[in-house]
């Protein structure tokens, strides 16, 4: 169905684990060429390796702007162009409010939010001169849509990207650039796996669908948003997260 796919080159930042691993393999599956970022070279180059001869890895701190350059730049070096970016890295540190401390707040906004500015204003030099784009950014039901304790700051984190969403997608139209988001309810990942049993039974309980999440229900998504067929949609969200956001109350769940 997603034959425009082919070819075409991505850029998936915080892709040596968890969500944005399940991303870069989907994209891998489906024929394109993949840059694949993390802080972690080795980590990087391990996946890269695992999808396959056209995909590389690539070391970036993507809360820096030199670094969300320099990614752009490898990719344009190695595959031509980026036709694609899917702005996934991210963090989240549990402190409640009382204990966080300036940097807790900073260190999270600058992982989750600052990056979603500086790796998109990286790639649009380029995509701007092919005259198409797809940026696919991973917020949460979390912050948008939720509440949980002790992530006031990577609350504020994914609300943010969606209102920096909103007007860049207005600003970004006239060349041929959409820009969407994937709103991940609780995906079992690396990540969340640390968060303990006890964490994760009590969600897939508060789930209508009963399970967690997959990273292969956030990549098709993710996959979709980045097709030619998908060029009509920007600036708009979608919800993953198995109907966990629906329920008034416990006793909704039946
Ligand atoms: P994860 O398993 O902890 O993986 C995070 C990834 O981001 C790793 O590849 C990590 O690699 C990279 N990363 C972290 N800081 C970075 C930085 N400054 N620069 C570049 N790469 C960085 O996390 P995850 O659960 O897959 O979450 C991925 C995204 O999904 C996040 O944006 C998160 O907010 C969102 N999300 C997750 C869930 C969930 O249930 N898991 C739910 C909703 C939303 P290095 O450490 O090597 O840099």
Request: glycine share 12%; net charge negative.
């Amino acid at each position: 169905m997603f034959e425009s796919l082919q070819k075409r080159t991505v850029i998936v930042t915080g892709a040596s684990r968890g969500i944005g691993l399940g991303i870069a393999k989907r994209y891998g599956q489906a024929g394109l060429n993949v840059l694949v970022v993390s802080r972690s070279l080795s980590d990087a180059e391990q996946v890269a390796r695992d999808i396959g001869p056209h995909a590389s890895g690539f070391a970036a701190d993507v809360s820096q702007e030199d670094a969300c350059l320099a990614m752009v730049q490898a990719a344009v070096e190695r595959y031509g162009s980026v036709d694609v970016l899917a702005a996934n890295a991210g963090i989240f540190p549990s402190a409640r409010l009382g204990d966080m401390s300036v940097e807790d707040f900073d260190h999270v906004i600058n992982t989750n939010l600052r990056s979603t500015f500086l790796s998109t204003k990286a790639v649009l030099p380029v995509m701007k001169a092919n005259g198409f784009g797809r940026i696919v950014l991973t917020s949460s039901i979390t912050g948008p849509i939720t509440g949980y304790p002790g992530w006031s700051h990577y609350a504020a984190s994914k609300a943010g990207q969606l209102g920096f969403m909103r007007t860049a997608a207005i600003e970004l139209a006239a060349h041929g650039i959409t820009i969407n988001a994937v709103m991940p309810g609780n995906i079992l990942t690396e990540g969340l796996a640390g968060m303990g049993e006890q964490y994760q039974a009590e969600m897939a309980a508060s789930i209508p669908l009963r399970r967690l999440g997959s990273v292969e229900d956030i990549a098709n998504a993710v996959l979709f948003f980045s097709t030619r067929e998908a060029g009509f949609i920007t600036g708009q969200t979608l919800v993953i997260d198995g109907g966990q956001v629906l329920p008034e109350s416990s006793a909704a769940l039946g």
